[in-house]
């Protein structure tokens, strides 16, 4: 269920007491998004796409417990985590790179399987970047509430940057799950290693922006607040109301 996934995702993020705990405490804010758009039936089949929220919520979790091997992708955004230099939205775009880029192929081949193939998900699967988008508008909202910046950023473009960006990084999810699905179970596993590889080399990019950017970085890290129990706690939001 997905209120048991936001449990588990929110218990994630405040027992991290490091950069770890921000990623998870945004993604709680877009699965109850999600969460609420089914309720109100915007999907065309809320329940397979429950099963494909939680199957791909399960990737992060089954890594960040050890319930599975951690994706070196994943232990590349962890093994960051303690580094004060960079900025949360960094933080962030490495568990976002990670999610989006490697787990959401796979979660969406194992749906898939199950519910009659790539093709009766694939318009639920584009419809889900509305919400996100909208999701992003309060993100920021309390983003700027610890990165003094990150408002500002917004307002000049950084939003729709932020959303375009999204957009092709899911849209190459999409393809990447048409890949795996036309694979054997051999092909799979050398095309999840290639994937992981590859979504390793971009998590190193995001830690090592380039000239003048990185000037950028360090400027901007000194208007964020640096305590990581009070950013995970703002970027939660509102506590749940039972």
């Known amino acids: ?35 609420a758009r089914i309720a109100a039936g915007q999907f065309d089949d809320g329940e397979r796409m429950e099963r494909l929220i939680d199957a791909f919520a399960g990737h992060y979790i089954d890594a960040r417990t050890g319930r599975i091997a951690v994706p070196r992708c994943w232990q590349a ?11 949360i939205a960094q933080h962030l775009l490495l568990g976002a790179n990670a ?24 318009g ?3 419809a889900i970047n509305d919400v996100l988008a909208a999701s992003f508008t309060g993100v920021i909202r309390d983003l ?3 990165s003094r910046w990150a408002g500002e950023a917004a307002a000049l473009g950084g939003g729709r940057l932020f959303n375009f960006s999204l957009r092709v990084a899911r849209a190459e999810a999409w393809d990447a799950a048409v890949r795996l699905a036309a694979l054997d179970d051999a092909g799979r596993r050398a095309y999840e290693d290639e994937l992981d590889e590859l979504v390793s080399v971009l998590a190193y990019l995001i830690t090592r922006p380039m000239f003048p950017l990185g000037l950028g970085v360090w400027v901007a890290r000194r208007f964020e607040l640096h305590d990581p129990a009070t950013v995970t706690r703002i970027l939660l939001g509102p506590a749940p109301v039972h």
């Open 99 to 122: 999610h989006i880029n490697h787990d959401l192929a796979l979660a969406v081949v194992e749906v898939a399987a199950d519910v009659g193939g790539l093709e009766a998900l694939e």
């Open 144 to 146: 700027d509430r610890v």
């Open 1 to 35: 269920m997905i209120s048991t996934t936001v449990d588990e995702l929110r218990d994630l993020a405040v027992a991290a007491g490091d950069a770890a705990g921000f990623f998870p405490a945004m993604y709680v804010r877009v699965t109850e998004d999600i969460e």
């Open 77 to 87: 955004s962890w093994d960051v985590a303690g580094d004060d230099r960079l900025l």
């Open 124 to 126: 639920d699967f584009h």
